[in-house]
């Protein structure tokens, strides 16, 4: 019985016509935090674009180039050892000459996609208009 009396008396002296300008003056600072809050995410997520852009053009670059030089430059696995100077086992020599073209391969379809993660898994998904350069 105390409690709902001294609950009855709370509402009672509850006047929120005084209150309401220290009321107001709390909303709007804490509203203000919460847009410097939303202009640093904002700030974030563009910055976390440009690295997901970035490495999407470099792992599509090294990609392309190590293609490049499987298709249109093949490498003399046997001769690497001679022509570079390598110091190889001849296990590794034989591993290379059999499979040094598919390694390549490989290493850059591995470029590729490693390159296009941050793009895909960003959560603006691949949306390069977002970004904004600034003069």
Not at 12 to 35: F, H, I, N, S, W
Not at 101 to 113: F, Q, R, T, V
């Amino acid at each position: 019985m105390q409690k709902d009396q001294d609950i009855e008396k709370l509402f009672k002296a509850y006047q929120p016509e005084a209150g309401k300008a220290t009321l107001m003056a709390e909303v709007e600072r804490k509203m203000d935090v919460v847009d410097m809050v939303r202009g640093a995410h904002q700030e974030q997520i563009r910055w976390m674009t440009y690295v997901a852009v970035l490495s999407m053009v470099v792992g599509l670059a090294v990609g392309i180039g190590l293609m490049w030089i499987v298709f249109f430059h093949p490498i003399d696995w046997a001769n690497l050892q001679t022509g570079v100077g390598l110091l190889l086992s001849p296990e590794m020599v034989l591993f290379l000459v059999k499979y040094g073209d598919m390694l390549l391969c490989l290493l850059a379809i591995a470029s590729i996609i490693l390159g296009a993660l941050p793009m895909i898994f960003s959560t603006g998904g691949i949306n390069v208009a977002a970004i904004k350069i600034r003069h």
